[in-house]
C-alpha cells in the first residue's frame, strides 16, 4: 500500500469528490437555513421598524404569531425526520449519485416557488414547501457517506469528510449574511429563496457532469489514485454485498451505533437552537436590525468554518502518528464540542451585554466543527459498508432536534424580550448536550464493528484496518 500511496496523486479525484459534495451540502443549507432569517423580514410582529412601511406595498409581508413561526420553523425538521432513514435505505438499493442529483433538484425548485406560493396561500404554502423540502434534503448526508466510504482512504478520512461537512458552516454562514443583506434590500425577502434556488439547480448540473459514485464510474480518475484507495479500503469495503446482506439486527442492537445516534440528537439541539433562535434572540434582546443579525449571526459560521480545517488535519495527523487511539481521538473532539458548547450556553443566558454575548455566540458555534472529526464521522469507522445506512439512522433521531428546538422556544418563551425566558431555553439546551456527549464517552467507539463484513476473516481486517487509520 506504501508504494501504491507514492504513486497516488496528492490531489486528484478523491479530492475534487470531496470539494463537490462539500458545495452540495453548501447548497444544501442554503435552502435549509434561509427561513431563519427572512422569517424576521417576512413578519412586521417581530421587526416594525420604517423599512417596512417603505417596503410594505410590493414586499409582502405577514402578521404570524410566536406559536405559527415555530410551526414554520419545524415543519422542514418533520419531513426530515419522517425520510431519513427510507432515503438511506434507497441509498442501499440505487445509485447514490443520481439519488443526491434529483434531491437537490427538487428542494432547488420548492425555493424558486416559495415566494409566489406563500404570497398566494400564506401560511399554509410555506408549510408544505418546508415539510417537502425536508422530505427530499432528508437523502443528502446518507448518499455524501455512502459515497464517500468508497472514496476516502483511512487516514484521509478526517480531512476529506471533515470538508465535506464544513460546508455546513460555510452555507450557514452565507445564507444568515446574504439573506440579511437581501431581505433589506429593494429586493426584498422573495430574492434569497430565488437565489438559494438558482444555485442549488447550478450544483446539480456540476454534479451529474464530474461526479461518481463509485471509483468505477468517475470520468477520469486515474489507475494510480484507483489502486491506491481500493487498496486502503480492501480490509473494510465489499463491494459485492448486496440489499439482502444488510445485518439490520445488529446493526440495531449495536451500542455504538446507539451512542453516535444520542451524540448526534444532543447536538443537533444545541445546534438547532443557535441557529434557529439566535437571529430573533439578537434582534429583540440585543436590538441590532434585521441587516445587523444577518452579518452578526454568521460570524460564529465564518469562525467554525475557519477552524474545521485545522482541526481535521490535526486529527488526521494524531490518528496516523497513533499519539491517541481512533477512539478516544473521535471522544476526545466531541467532548470539546459538546461540553465546551454547554458550558458556553450556561454562561450566555447570564450575559446581557452585547458585546460579551456575541463573542459567546461565536465560541459556541464555533467549536462546534470539532465534532465533525467527532461522531459526525463515526458512521465511517464503525461500518464503510453501511456508512450512509448508519447515517441515515442517526440522522432521523438527531433530526428531533430541528423539531423540538422552536417547539421548546415556543412554549417557553411568551416574552421575546425576556433574558430570563432565554435563560431558561439556554440552560436546558446545555443539559441536553452535557448527557448526551457522557453517553457517548462511556458507550462510544471507533473500531470498525464485526457485522460490517459477513466474511469469516472479520476479526482480522478490523485489526488491519484500525492499524491502517490509526
Known amino acids: 500500500m506504501d508504494s501504491q500511496q507514492k504513486r497516488a496523486p496528492t490531489v486528484g479525484a478523491r479530492h475534487l469528490q470531496s470539494l463537490l459534495l462539500f458545495l452540495c451540502v453548501f447548497c444544501g443549507y442554503l435552502l435549509r437555513v434561509n427561513l431563519s432569517v427572512t422569517i424576521v423580514a417576512m413578519n412586521p410582529e417581530i421587526n416594525s421598524t420604517d423599512y417596512y412601511t417603505e417596503l410594505q406595498h410590493h414586499v409582502p409581508i405577514f402578521g404570524w404569531r410566536t406559536s405559527t413561526r415555530s410551526v414554520l420553523l419545524s415543519s422542514f425538521f418533520v419531513g426530515y425526520l419522517l425520510a431519513n432513514l427510507p432515503a438511506s435505505v434507497l441509498g442501499c438499493r440505487f445509485d447514490n449519485k443520481r439519488l443526491l442529483a434529483y434531491s437537490m433538484s427538487v428542494s432547488s425548485l420548492l425555493s424558486v416557488i416559495t415566494p409566489p406560493a406563500v404570497t398566494a396561500f400564506g401560511a399554509a404554502a410555506m408549510v408544505a414547501i418546508r415539510f417537502t423540502q425536508g422530505l427530499f434534503s432528508a437523502f443528502m448526508f446518507p448518499m455524501v457517506h455512502g459515497i464517500m466510504a468508497k472514496w476516502s482512504p483511512p487516514h484521509e478520512r478526517s480531512r476529506l469528510v471533515g470538508f465535506i461537512i464544513s460546508g455546513i458552516q460555510l452555507g450557514t454562514m452565507a445564507t444568515l449574511a446574504l439573506s440579511g443583506m437581501l431581505s433589506s434590500s429593494d429586493l426584498g425577502w422573495p430574492a434569497v429563496y430565488y437565489v438559494s434556488g438558482a444555485i442549488g439547480l447550478a450544483w446539480t448540473v456540476v454534479w451529474l457532469l464530474l461526479g461518481a459514485g463509485t471509483l468505477d464510474t468517475h ?143 461565536v465560541f459556541i458555534v464555533a467549536i462546534g466543527c470539532t465534532s465533525n472529526v467527532g461522531f459526525n ?31 421548546f422556544v415556543g412554549l ?59
Open 377 to 407: 464521522i463515526n458512521h465511517l469507522d464503525l461500518s464503510p459498508n453501511y456508512a450512509g445506512l448508519l447515517m441515515g439512522i442517526t440522522n432521523t433521531l438527531a433530526s428531533s432536534g430541528g423539531v423540538i428546538a422552536p417547539l
Open 412 to 470: 417557553l418563551v411568551d416574552d421575546p424580550t425576556s433574558i430570563e425566558e432565554w435563560r431558561t431555553v439556554f440552560n436546558s439546551g446545555a443539559v441536553v448536550m452535557f448527557v448526551c456527549n457522557l453517553f457517548f464517552i462511556i458507550f462510544g467507539s471507533a473500531e470498525t464493528q464485526p457485522w460490517n463484513s459477513l466474511h469469516k476473516d472479520t476479526p482480522k481486517t478490523n485489526k488491519q484496518d484500525i492499524e491502517i487509520i490509526g
Open 219 to 361: 470520468p477520469f480518475i486515474g489507475q494510480p489514485e484507483a489502486d491506491y484507495i481500493r487498496a486502503s479500503l480492501s480490509n473494510t469495503v465489499d463491494h459485492d454485498l448486496k440489499f439482502s446482506d444488510i445485518p439490520w439486527k445488529s446493526i440495531f442492537t449495536s451500542m455504538p451505533v446507539w451512542a453516535t445516534s444520542v451524540a448526534h440528537v444532543g447536538h443537533n439541539m444545541g445546534f438547532w437552537l443557535l441557529l434557529t433562535e439566535m437571529p430573533t434572540f439578537i434582534h429583540t434582546v440585543l436590538k441590532f436590525n434585521l441587516k445587523e443579525d444577518g452579518i452578526l449571526s454568521s460570524l460564529p459560521y465564518l469562525f467554525m468554518f475557519l477552524l474545521q480545517l485545522p482541526v481535521a488535519f490535526l486529527s488526521d495527523l494524531l490518528n496516523k502518528r497513533k499519539v491517541t487511539s481512533l477512539t478516544v481521538s473521535r471522544k476526545m473532539w466531541n467532548t470539546i464540542s459538546m461540553w465546551g458548547g454547554a458550558v458556553g450556553l450556561v454562561i450566555l443566558g447570564f450575559v446581557e451585554d452585547a458585546k460579551y454575548t456575541i463573542a459567546l455566540y
